[in-house]
């Protein structure tokens, strides 16, 4: 009881700390009228999209409650039912203070670059305080709900299960919905704009404009917040079931639940620590607020670790995860940012066309999957020789420590996007650009270094689940997974088969739309009368439409994939296919997005690159080759790339679901 309790304090302090940020941010200045028309425009165009993407969503979420309350248990479905809705609070909540704060951004800009950081960075801290606020205290909170209905404590992680579907399948609409919204948007401004008409960036004469900056909100914030509260839930959740499995008491189901309780209380000190120095390098300061949350969050765990007089392993174990979370940073920045040579050398291949960057750009992508496996494969043989699968369980949730300020990282990102979208269509002077774009800059870099943490984790989420699965199996009879065995093999390529799908799925979603997009925006260019001289409005609000309309009807497919894959495997080839699956599907996801999310940001930053006046500078050869790239990468990075994650973690909870199901059919 007292544990969660704590954990119960942890959440609601964390969503109080959020609040009064949103306060704080709320009573800024929004600047002068054109300004504050140009922010409704994208609040407008943001609310309608989720208001629609939420009621397509409800009637899923219905049906599948209702399926799991008759055909399971309603404990589960109650379960499902508040995973779906506090999954879809926290992206709502990440995109409305996104949309309220980029603004108020773009008008501190006014004052200098420290104080548009520091608001700019509140209102990520929002977004990430709610996500890991809203996720502890669901979990916490149900689980205290069951234990007064008299279920016992170690069979309620099974039916917490339940809230990890509906956090899954949330985020999963919430990733490839937001996606093709935000990619088709951004294609069709960039292919015209920039590529046609030689228009810069964000240029109120564009007609797609609004829709991109609406994207970034829809993608980047209520997307990435469902899916880290996904993530982060559904490994506690897994942690939890798998130490009731193997037997190692009720102190050990909570153990998780305490690690993630301290490690909030890290991460709403860690956000003060987010100061800009005198040599005012933005990145610089985003990571002395993660860096401090680690310290932290290893002294909280050192601490649980004692109280609970468990083997210090655990604690190292833990180490193992932090130091995970550290090092894929680092290797996601150097093959994405700016500073060092792989974007360098996408940014020289620009010079002779976009046939040569293309290349060059995929190439460091599947580069970039080989130092992320090996990390990924010495922190699991590192936590497990320190504590079996448990221990793996326990990395994984200590690198999920630093939740809250890794999200407030990516939230940032949008927030700066949309502040120099509205200092460059509101006509702001030079001076306050130029700290936007400073702000903006940095934000491509931090988007790209969260998508990374995001993958990885799922990764190692996705193996405790798998394990949870195997044991759930095994409580009949031992359970092998034999590569020689044919059923095995079959499920294995099958899993190994959905990431390539799903991505298709995916990609062409956003090349139809971005294809109707390109075809509008040359209509207006071409029918609406002093467009190019500023005399003429575009109709932003058709663009808005348009990949509205699409995002919403291109969801579907891939979602409906996601669920039946695991459901028709398990009840036709039985568990032993289904955990060959659950290996391919797991091996092959973490591979494709990390390919996908890190080529995806280092042909964006190739052409920011170009675009600081290198190889030419903006409106040469390079950079509009560097253009077709960064379109190329788009819908990699933001789209296909990002929603593996969910598509794996949707596949592995359900299958953990209906285990006992296929135990009973198959083994009994």
Not at 59 to 77: H, K, P
Not at 175 to 197: C, H, P, Y
């Amino acid at each position: 009881m007292k544990y969660l309790l704590i954990s119960l304090a942890a959440g609601l302090l964390s969503l109080i700390v959020a609040g009064i940020f949103a306060v704080l941010i709320m009573r800024k200045p929004t600047g002068d009228d054109k300004m504050r028309k140009i922010a409704a425009a994208i609040s407008e165009g943001a609310n309608a999209y989720m208001l629609r993407q939420f009621t397509v969503i409800a009637v899923f979420t219905i049906i599948i409650f209702l399926i799991l309350g008759f055909c399971l248990n309603f404990y589960m479905a109650i379960g499902f039912l508040v995973g779906a809705i506090l999954s879809a609070l926290a992206g709502l909540i990440g995109m409305q203070i996104s949309v309220r704060a980029n603004v108020r951004t773009a008008e501190a800009a006014r004052n200098g670059l420290k104080k548009a950081l520091s608001l700019a960075f509140k209102g990520g801290s929002v977004t990430g305080l709610s996500v890991v606020g809203l996720a502890i205290l669901g979990i916490a909170g149900i689980f205290l709900t069951y234990q007064n209905f008299g279920l016992e404590t170690i069979k309620i992680p099974q039916q917490l299960m339940g809230f990890a579907f509906g956090a899954s399948l949330i985020s999963l609409f919430a990733r490839v919905g937001g996606g093709i919204f935000t990619k088709a948007a951004d294609v069709g401004a960039d292919l015209v704009g920039k590529v046609e008409a030689g228009i810069p960036e964000d240029d109120p004469r564009n007609p797609a404009v609004i829709a991109d900056n609406v994207g970034d909100n829809v993608g980047d914030c209520a997307g990435m917040g469902a899916d880290l509260f996904e993530t982060y839930a559904v490994t506690l959740i897994a942690a939890m079931m798998l130490a009731g499995i193997l037997g190692l008491g009720e102190s050990m189901i909570f153990y998780p639940l305490m690690l993630g309780s301290v490690a909030i209380v890290s991460s709403i000190i860690g956000v003060f620590f987010v100061r800009l120095g005198k040599s005012e390098k933005i990145m610089a300061a985003l990571y002395k607020g993660v860096i401090a949350t680690a310290i932290l969050s290893l002294i909280g765990f050192w601490g649980v670790t004692k109280y609970f007089s468990v083997s210090m392993n655990l604690f190292w174990a833990g180490v193992i995860g932090v130091v995970v979370t550290a090092l894929i940073i680092v290797i996601t920045e150097y093959y994405t940012s700016k500073n060092f040579n792989p974007v360098r050398e996408v940014a020289k291949a620009s010079e002779t066309g976009a046939g040569t960057n293309i290349i060059i750009g995929l190439a460091k992508g599947l580069e970039s999957t080989f130092p992320i496996v090996i990390v990924l494969g010495a922190a699991i043989l590192g936590a497990y020789w320190l504590g079996g699968l448990y221990g793996i369980a326990v990395s994984a949730v200590a690198m999920l420590s630093t939740t809250g300020i890794v999200i407030a990282m990516d939230s940032y990102g949008p927030i700066t996007d949309n502040a120099g979208g509205i200092a460059e269509m509101a006509g702001l002077s030079d001076s306050i650009r130029k700290n936007t774009d400073a702000l903006d800059a940095v934000g491509n870099t931090t988007k790209a270094v969260t998508k990374g943490y995001a993958i990885g984790s799922a990764a190692l989420a996705a193996l405790i689940l798998f394990q949870d699965y195997t044991h759930a199996l095994g409580q009949t009879q031992s359970v092998v997974f034999d590569i020689a065995n044919p059923k095995v093999l079959v499920g294995l390529m099958i899993g190994a088969l959905l990431p390539f799908l799903f991505s298709s799925f995916c990609m062409k979603a956003v090349g139809k739309a971005a294809h109707n997009v390109v075809e509008e925006v040359r209509r207006q260019f071409r029918e609406i009368k002093g467009i190019m001289e500023g005399t003429g409005k575009p109709e932003y609000g058709t663009c808005v439409k348009i990949v509205t309309n699409a995002a919403l009807r291109q969801m579907i497919v891939p979602a409906v994939i996601a669920v039946i894959a695991p459901l028709l495997v398990g009840f036709i080839l039985g568990p032993l296919a289904l955990g060959g699956l659950l290996i391919g599907v797991i091996i092959c996801g973490l591979l494709v997005a990390v390919q996908m999310a890190n080529g995806g940001a280092t042909w964006d930053n190739a052409k920011k690159y170009i675009e600081d006046g290198n190889f030419g500078g903006k409106g040469s050869a390079a950079h509009k080759a560097a253009v077709v790239g960064d379109t190329v990468g788009d819908p990699y990075k933001d789209t296909a790339g990002p929603a593996i994650n969910a598509l794996i973690k949707v596949i592995n909870t359900i299958s953990v679901i209906i285990a006992p199901l296929l135990a009973m059919m198959f083994l009994s």
